[in-house]
């Protein structure tokens, strides 16, 4: 029989850090495209990135389905990091999952699979994470709608060659939509279903 891999710690202060992560998250939604730190450090087992996984942890419990990528799939060290720390059930299907998670943002997914919410319930659709290597400002399309003055650019990456097409299809859908959190290493930054996307020429 195989040893287990010790698992790395979780947050070193529960409470205070998920906090600040729920604020950092809650701030990039409510300004689409602003890049916002995560502030604590954490360590997790790859391909899962410290921003992605502090997302986890302040966002999904015992109650919350997971879907993630065959990356992350493919590693039973990281598995065992997410149900321990969050008690959250990882499933297959991706229109039951609440959260899910990409470590490889430029392989393309079939967005449209993840569930875009009902009508009357928008708010019980999929929040996709995106990790990425980089989130480039004032580059990249431009976003417009809730929270942003006058048009923000953004370009986080790599993503695949489909991600924006899909993406302002997702933008029709409002009320219903995904939402989408892009994670770097150390920072997010949000793009809601709410969100118009204007792609260069």
Known sequence: MLDRVPL??????????????????????????????IAPLLRPPGPLNPAAAALLLTLADFET????????????????WIRFH????????????????????????????????RQDYPDESTTVILQVGEIERDAGPTLTGPGIETGIRLNPKPLSATFWAMAIENAGLFPRGLDFVF????????LPRSTQIELEV
């Open 65 to 80: 389905p997971v879907w993630v990528d065959e990356g992350i799939r493919c590693s039973d060290t990281a598995l065992q």
């Open 86 to 117: 969050t008690g959250a059930r990882l499933t297959k299907d991706m229109a039951e999952a609440r959260f899910a998670v990409l470590s490889d943002s430029a392989k393309p997914v079939p967005l449209q699979q993840f569930f875009a919410g």
């Open 183 to 190: 994670a770097e290493k150390n920072a997010v930054a949000a």
């Open 8 to 37: 790395s710690p979780g947050f070193q202060d529960p409470v205070f850090d998920a906090q600040a992560t729920f604020r950092a998250v809650m701030s990039a939604m409510a300004r689409p495209g602003h890049v916002e730190p």
